[in-house]
């Protein structure tokens, strides 16, 4: 008997979430289940909420949502949420919450690093001198610079581009941070590359499905632009071995927000929103999509 707690889905492994749910709520192991059809089928008609832990977990679509009659509420893992069908829950009235803002800086950070490894071709470096080439020659003076680009402007408007292409063939570097998701599929696609140009060079940030992955091969292996860095990738963990295979292209593991600190930072609020909400409380981060209150539940 779950006694009076509220009845959680979790969908996957992750020890500091699960550990601040136990506390609080019942908590149904999906990864545990050596049957997950009939595991649904026996929980489903109690489970009033889901968390969703990051990685490679299943989508939180409509099919999932609608066989768990009480459900109220998806508390998600990440700023990013495009794995959950956030406009049919807020439809329904299901709460979706994700885990903005304590993540912001580590993020910002890693984009920095990326944009600076992949313009001043430091990985690249750092593989020469423990190759022992240093002791040859110097390393190749890199081709690009973000020399005079960076400049302090207060109060200055940013000027808007109504045209992607426009911006693309204007800018040096063009880096991606947009949310996922059908809207921005493939958004980077060949045209954009080709305005980008032989010098332009692009950061991704966001999801590797805004990116149209074989245009960007395409791209590199024709020159059509000077060099990409990664964070994100269409398949993850799966990456493209003609990307992996370019010396020129800088690739991260998904490295965004992947400090110790961030992370347990994220974790703790996956469980803050469901407690709150579990106390009968507004939950801390609901999406755009599921403004609190919610509807009723269709």
Same mark, same amino acid.
């Given at each position: ?129 423990? &190759? /022992? $080439? ?5 390393? @190749?003076? !890199? %081709?690009?610079?973000?020399?005079? +680009? ?128 579990? &106390? /009968? $409380? ?5 999406? @755009?999509? !599921? %403004?609190?209150?919610?509807?009723? +539940?269709?």
């Amino acid at each position: 008997m779950a006694g009076d707690k509220a009845e959680v889905l979790m969908l996957a492994p992750k020890q500091a979430i699960l550990e601040g749910l136990e506390k609080a709520f019942t908590v149904h192991k999906l990864w545990e289940a050596p049957e997950r059809e009939a595991f649904l089928g026996a929980t489903a008609p109690r489970v009033r909420a889901i968390a969703s832990t990051g990685g490679p977990v299943p989508r939180i679509d409509a099919a999932l949502m609608s066989r768990l009659p009480v459900l109220e509420i998806v508390s998600s893992f990440g700023v990013g949420y495009d794995h959950v069908d956030a406009g049919w829950a807020g439809a329904h009235g299901i709460i979706v919450t994700n885990t903005p803002d304590v993540l912001t800086e580590e993020v910002a950070d890693t984009a920095l690093g990326l944009l600076l490894c992949t313009v001043r071709e430091f990985p690249q470096a750092e593989r020469y001198l423990r &190759a /022992g $080439k240093w002791v040859e020659k110097n390393y @190749p003076l !890199t %081709p690009a610079t973000l020399r005079d +680009r960076s400049r302090a402007q207060p109060d200055v408007p940013y000027r808007h581009y109504g045209n992607l292409i426009d911006m693309a063939r204007e800018a040096d570097v063009l880096l991606v941070v947009t949310p996922g998701g059908t809207e921005t599929k493939n958004l980077i696609d060949a045209k954009v590359l080709a305005a980008l140009g032989p010098n332009g060079i692009l950061i991704n940030m966001a999801r590797g499905s805004v990116v149209d992955e074989p245009a960007l091969i395409e791209a590199l292996r024709e020159k059509k632009i000077l060099t990409a860095g990664l964070d994100v990738f269409v398949s993850e963990p799966e990456v493209p071995s003609e990307l992996i295979e370019m010396e020129q292209v800088v690739l991260f593991p998904h490295l965004g927000s992947a400090s110790v600190h961030t992370r347990r930072a994220m974790d703790q609020l996956v469980v803050d929103n469901l407690i709150a909400w579990g &106390a /009968g $409380k507004p939950p801390l981060t609901p999406v @755009p999509e !599921t %403004p609190w209150p919610p509807s009723k +539940r269709k």
